[in-house]
C-alpha cells in the first residue's frame, strides 16, 4: 500500500469510544509508522512557554551552552554537527544544536542545568510529565487495537512497561540554525534515521522540513499542522511488534526559509524500562517467533547500543 500523506487521528472520543480511536492509530503504525495526534490534552500555553524557553537558552553565548555538554546519560547539550545520525551517507555531523532533559525524580531534574533551566523546573517537570501521559493514552490505543487479552494484560500491557521515574525517556529542544544549503554542504539537515524507543511525540513550530520515507523508497513531508502532535514508532516498538508497527526513517531537509529562519522542534522520546525485554507481545496479530530466544535483547541494551553509535561524547 502507497501512503502519500501522513494520517491524522483525532484523540477527542478517546474516552467515550477507544477502539474507534485505535483502529485508526492501528492502521498508521503499521503502514507508515507515523499520524498527527490532534485533541490531545497538553495545552497549547504550555507548549509555547517550553518553545520559549528553547529559544532563550540556545540564544545563550556558546561558552555557556558548552558547560553543560551531552553525557552517556543522554542529558545536556549537543553542539552543531556533534550528532551524526546516518553516517553512512552523511559528510560531517547533522545541523542542529539540541538539549537533551532526562526525567525529573519528584520535581528534581536528573542533573545540573542552566540557571534558566533551573528556574523552571517545576514547569519543565509537568510539561515532561504530560508528555508521558499522553504517550501512556497512545500506547493504550495500542494494546486495545491489538486486542491483547485481560490475562496477558489487556490495555494496559505497553503502559506497564513504562514509567516516568527512573527512565531513559528524554524532553529534547531543537534548533536548526538559519543558514543555506551552500554554506552547509549537504541538502540534509538531520540524517535519516529511526528514533530508538516505543514512540517520538514530535511538536512543530513555524517553520517545516521534517521528511518521512513512507514507502521506504519515496519522502513525504510532514506539514505543520496548527495544534497538532507528530507522532511515530521507535525501533523498540517494531521489535516488541514483531515488525507489525513500522519504525520509519525521518530526515530535516533544507527549504527556502531557512536561509533567513530558524528552525525550532521540539521531541518527546518515549522508551520502556530498560528491563523489558523486546519479545512479540500477546497478541493474535502479531507473529510469536523469536529470531533467538537465547539472546532476548532488553530495551536498555538496545538503547545504550543506539546511542554509542550516534555520539561523539566530550570528556
Not at 106 to 120: C, W
Not at 184 to 189: A, D, G, S, W
Not at 211 to 234: D, Y
Request: glycine residues 6%.
Amino acid at each position: 500500500m502507497v501512503v502519500e500523506a501522513i494520517p491524522i487521528v483525532d484523540f477527542a472520543d478517546f474516552k467515550s469510544n477507544p477502539k474507534k480511536v485505535a483502529q485508526g492509530v492501528f492502521d498508521a503504525c503499521k503502514s507508515i509508522g507515523f499520524f498527527y495526534m490532534i485533541n490531545h490534552d497538553v495545552p497549547q500555553q504550555d507548549i509555547d512557554k517550553a518553545f520559549a524557553l528553547s529559544k532563550q537558552f540556545f540564544d545563550l553565548p556558546r561558552e555557556e551552552k558548552e558547560k553543560f555538554l551531552i553525557d552517556e546519560e543522554n542529558h545536556g547539550y549537543s553542539t552543531l554537527y556533534s550528532e551524526t545520525l546516518d553516517p553512512e551517507h552523511q559528510r560531517q555531523g547533522d545541523h542542529k544544536e539540541g538539549f537533551n532533559f532526562r526525567s525529573f525524580e519528584d520535581g528534581k531534574p536528573f542533573a545540573k542545568l542552566p540557571q534558566l533551566f533551573d528556574q523552571e523546573t517545576k514547569f519543565l517537570d509537568s510539561f515532561s510529565r504530560n508528555c508521558h501521559a499522553t504517550a501512556l493514552q497512545i500506547l493504550e490505543a495500542f494494546a486495545i487495537a491489538l486486542e491483547i487479552p485481560e490475562e496477558k494484560g489487556g490495555k494496559e500491557f505497553f503502559k506497564k512497561g513504562h514509567s516516568y521515574e527512573n527512565s531513559a525517556e528524554i524532553l529534547r529542544f531543537l534548533k536548526y540554525p538559519r543558514g543555506g544549503e551552500t554554506d552547509y554542504k549537504e541538502p540534509v539537515r538531520a540524517g535519516a534515521h529511526s528514533d530508538y524507543g516505543s514512540i517520538t511525540l514530535l511538536f512543530q513550530k513555524d517553520v517545516p522540513g521534517l521528511e518521512v520515507q513512507a514507502s521506504r523508497t519515496e519522502w513525504i513531508s510532514a506539514p505543520l499542522i496548527p495544534g497538532a502532535i507528530i507522532v511515530n514508532v521507535g525501533d523498540q516498538m517494531e521489535m516488541w511488534t514483531n515488525g507489525l508497527f513500522k519504525s520509519t526513517k525521518h530526515r530535516v531537509t533544507f527549504l527556502p526559509e531557512h536561509n533567513h529562519l530558524d528552525r525550532y522542534s521540539m521531541p518527546y522520546f518515549v522508551h520502556p524500562k530498560d528491563d523489558v525485554p523486546l519479545v512479540p507481545a500477546p497478541s493474535k496479530f502479531i507473529d510469536q517467533t523469536i529470531a533467538n530466544p537465547e539472546r532476548v535483547i532488553t530495551a536498555g541494551e538496545h538503547l545504550r547500543s543506539r546511542l554509542d553509535s550516534t555520539y561523539d561524547y566530550k570528556k
